[in-house]
């Protein structure tokens, strides 16, 4: 399947940052240093668009406060 422009993006800067990116509260994916509003960083449906095609996978994950379930917090490229 093709990747879109931001898909090859972030594909790129994935492998730029060691192959892993992490959720960041606000739901902002980039490297664990990001630094909010000074860098780069990828929404979620980027990040699930990846993960859908096999290209990434979720590898951590966080429970939810209220106990309804869990959320991704890393994606790591396949």
């Given at each position: 399947m093709k990747l879109s422009p931001t898909?090859?993006?972030l594909?790129?800067?994935m492998r730029e940052h060691g192959g892993?990116?992490?959720r960041h509260p606000g739901g902002f994916w980039a490297h664990e240093g990001w630094i909010?509003?000074?860098e780069?960083?990828?929404g979620t449906t980027s990040v699930e668009a990846?993960?859908?095609r096999g290209v990434a996978?979720?590898?951590k994950w966080q429970d939810r406060k209220s106990g309804n379930g869990r959320f991704p917090i890393e994606a790591t490229l396949a």
């Open positions: 898909m090859e993006d594909v790129r800067y892993k990116i992490v909010f509003r000074a780069l960083s990828y990846l993960v859908k996978t979720y590898t």
